[in-house]
């Protein structure tokens, strides 16, 4: 069974850091794009990053440029999201998802596909 298991959030005061971690099972993951995407609290989703199979390929929400980082390693099928400078507007429930191309991630009109798998999120909250 596919699963997507995203894990790291927390309170933090706005300056500091966070590492999400998305631990994936049942498929193979290193032939899926993967994204992280968030929704705040009456807000739509929205795309934060997207990393293509092999890590070669990424994307950044502008807000995020220069302050959050994406990685994945396909040893250990996980996907991961620095995030450094954190500032209140980050505040939301953080999503993994994994997608079989770099563009259906990138793409709004693809994120509730067939092929899409989403995890169940984590909770990120930035303190003034």
């Known amino acids: 069974q596919e699963e997507l298991v995203e894990s790291g959030g927390g309170l933090v005061q706005a300056g500091g850091s966070l590492r999400l971690s998305c631990t994936v099972s049942?498929?193979?993951?290193?032939?899926?794009?993967m994204g992280w995407f968030r929704q705040a609290l009456g807000k739509e989703r929205e795309g934060v990053s997207c990393?293509?199979?092999?890590?070669?390929?990424?994307t950044y929400e502008n807000s995020v440029k220069g302050r959050f980082t994406i990685s994945r390693d396909n040893a250990k099928n996980t996907l991961y999201l620095r995030m450094n400078n954190l500032k209140p507007e980050d505040t939301a429930v953080y999503y993994c998802?994994?997608?079989?191309?770099?563009?259906?991630?990138?793409?709004?009109?693809?994120?509730?596909?067939?092929?899409?798998?989403w995890g169940q999120g984590t909770q990120v909250t930035v303190s003034p």
């Open positions: 049942g498929l193979t993951f290193g032939s899926y794009a």
């Open positions: 998802a994994a997608f079989v191309s770099f563009s259906q991630c990138t793409e709004p009109k693809e994120w509730n596909g067939p092929s899409a798998i």
């Open positions: 990393l293509s199979w092999d890590g070669e390929s990424s």
